[in-house]
């Protein structure tokens, strides 16, 4: 990824409203997220339209199976002609590995959409790692475990929370940040939230920014405010 993107997270529940809410950035084209919710209403067809319309996608779906089963659902998405997909780290090496064979199986190594992992979601917080997942190791232990093994199975970066980026040292490997928020945002459901400027000089290659812009009075106004300042850190 040799751009440093502000991807906007399509968070809505249908094609008419993630068409209503692109309609307010006029001809501008901008990576989206397209995650489970708008995914699982419309299918396919959300990703041909963004695409027909020329935005970039981050499919955002999270695969979290047996490695055939993840190699198997990765060749057909490579056929959909997103840009960028996921996968949990947790499935563990033998899935990594497998998830991104699948996509050059799928795009005939031709345009494959990169592959980064989840390590650990920005909802859960230090006592949640301990108390319910029974992690012995600190958080930022357990997302820079992931990472390595992510990179050991030549996957393309890892999503995670802007505070672990310093963490993460592998040359030509993508840090992809949700947890957005502008400083006078409420932080909702995520735990591990910083700024855009902040994510910037905490070495993010990429902010996710949702509902920050998605749920703005006035989201192109948000979006340009947001971008100024993760691309002036």
Not at 11 to 35: A, C, M, N, W
Not at 147 to 171: M, R
Request: charged share 25%; aromatic share 6%; glycine share 6%.
């Amino acid at each position: 990824m040799n751009e440093h993107p502000l991807i906007v997270a399509l968070d809505f529940p249908s094609i008419q409203h993630t068409q209503s809410f692109l309609q307010r950035f006029d001809h501008e084209k901008i990576y989206v997220k397209v995650g489970m919710e708008l995914y699982y209403k419309e299918g396919p067809a959300i990703l041909y339209h963004l695409k027909e319309t020329g935005h970039k996608i981050f499919l955002d779906l999270k695969l979290h199976d047996i490695p055939h089963t993840v190699k198997y659902a990765m060749k057909q998405i490579a056929s959909l002609g997103v840009d960028m997909v996921n996968v949990h780290a947790t499935g563990g090496k033998e899935m990594m590995m497998a998830a991104k064979e699948g996509l050059e199986i799928g795009s005939g190594k031709e345009n494959t959409p990169k592959c980064i992992a989840v390590t650990q979601l920005t909802s859960i917080d230090e006592e949640m790692i301990h108390k319910e997942l029974l992690i012995e190791k600190s958080l930022e232990e357990s997302v820079k475990h992931f990472s390595q093994l992510a990179y050991e199975s030549s996957l393309d970066g890892v999503v995670c929370s802007p505070h672990e980026v310093p963490l993460i040292k592998y040359e030509d490997f993508i840090t992809v940040t949700p947890g957005i928020r502008l400083s006078t945002d409420q932080k909702n459901d995520q735990k591990r939230v910083t700024t855009p400027e902040e994510a910037k000089k905490l070495g993010s290659t990429a902010i996710v920014v949702g509902r920050s812009i998605t749920r703005s009075d006035d989201p192109y106004t948000a979006y340009l405010e947001i971008k100024k300042q993760w691309e002036e850190a």
